[in-house]
């Protein structure tokens, strides 16, 4: 047995019905080919190059400015790396310098140490020979 075209309608509506039904019609569907299309394309083309070149054109700008922000901040770290490798010179010198220092205080302090001993034997030997004290 057939159904006839009506109750399959019927039939494919009310397995439609549950489905969701669509949020709106297509009123303006644009296709590429007939007359007109080909002119409509390439103003979209040339709207969408135009646009696209003003923020190409932004973007630009701001790598132009981060780019200069960049060079200030590169020659800050350069002035500050020969800073640092005067300062460090500085601190060698310096360095060397204590150490010479420090082997001068030894032979001065030997040379004090030496002086001194000799000075005590000299004044012991002095204080030998003076007459004793009159009581």
């Known amino acids: 047995m057939t159904d006839s075209l009506e109750q399959r309608f019927t039939g ?5 019905k549950p489905l969701l039904p669509l ?4 009123t303006d569907l644009e296709t590429f080919a007939g007359p007109g299309q080909n ?11 135009g646009e696209t070149n ?8 701001k790598l132009k400015e981060v780019g200069a922000v960049q060079d200030q901040q590169t020659g800050l770290l350069h002035r500050h790396a020969r800073m640092l490798d005067d300062a460090l010179l500085f601190i060698g010198r310096t360095r060397d310098d204590l150490k010479e220092f420090r082997i001068e205080m030894t032979d001065f302090k030997t040379e004090v140490t030496a002086e001194i001993t000799g000075l005590k034997g000299t004044l012991a030997e002095i204080l030998d020979r003076l007459p004793p004290k009159a009581a």
């Open 12 to 16: 494919l509506e009310e397995l439609v």
């Open 23 to 26: 949020p709106g019609r297509v």
């Open 39 to 49: 002119e409509a394309l390439s103003e979209n083309i040339a709207e969408f190059r």
């Open 54 to 61: 003003g923020h190409f054109t932004e973007v630009k700008k």
